[in-house]
């Protein structure tokens, strides 16, 4: 049986894509079929981490208003074996986007893949509320900032309204440099503010920019410290 997972932030900036590609690149390590789907309409940017901007033909639109099958818009990732990617429109308005079109999508591909990921555009929009509306669990992004939090306990009030009750937070862009009362918060105020389980934490890392403009996903290097990070998320999430 697949499961949908929603990627989201209350605000942009916090790395939520990132997060989004390398975790399905890390459940594909471990063997599943994981399928990605840009959800940032009108500002896709996933087949440009991916290194796939000139194969990215079609996109979620295109399949659902019938001008291609969902099997010639997806594309499998060439950097990861076991992922693929379903790019996001580039249109401003997208009326045919509703929960229940997003639904016949993702029915048809739990057919081909074990793992649904939706990588929702920042803040609270239409978009987002259609992939809360599908998902059984969601993976709230932020940075350890005040405003970061205020914006990740809007998305999870979405989330509750919605009823998914299987929710995660993961911090990303954590300094080691930085003392607590330097950053303005501290990881024990994010935990008190937000009433889901922490998943995991992602270091403040410059090789994780390079990796997004090289278009591979930094958990390609599979013997790296950042690579585990993903790994032990993975694993939790498999094993729930």
Not at 41 to 66: H, P, Q, T
Not at 153 to 182: P, Q, T
């Amino acid at each position: 049986m697949s499961r949908t997972i929603a990627i989201a932030s209350g605000k942009g900036g916090t790395g939520k894509s990132m997060v989004a590609i390398n975790l399905a690149a890390s459940l594909a390590h471990a063997g599943e079929n994981v399928v990605l789907l840009d959800m940032s309409f009108g500002m896709r940017s996933l087949e440009l981490y991916l290194g796939m901007e000139y194969k990215a033909l079609w996109d979620i639109c295109d399949v659902i208003n019938g001008v291609c099958d969902i099997d010639t818009a997806v594309l499998p990732v060439d950097s990861v074996k076991g992922m693929s990617l379903l790019p996001g429109t580039q249109k401003c308005e997208y009326p045919e986007l509703t929960a229940d079109s997003l639904s016949a999508i993702i029915e048809a591909l739990s057919e081909r893949f074990s793992y649904i990921i939706l990588d929702c555009p920042p803040g609270a929009g239409y978009p987002v509320e259609c992939a809360i509306e599908c998902t059984d669990l969601a993976v709230i992004v932020l940075t350890a900032d005040y405003v970061a939090l205020r914006d990740a306990e809007v998305i999870e009030e979405m989330l509750l309204r919605s009823g998914v009750m299987d929710r995660r937070y993961v911090i990303n862009m954590v300094s080691s440099e930085l003392k607590e009362k330097d950053a303005g918060i501290s990881i024990s105020e994010i935990d008190r503010g937000l009433r889901c389980r922490p998943l995991g934490m992602i270091p403040m890392d410059y090789n994780i920019r390079a990796s997004l403009a090289e278009g591979v996903p930094i958990v390609a290097k599979r013997d790296s410290y950042i690579a585990d990070n993903f790994r032990n998320m993975a694993v939790r999430l498999i094993r729930k």
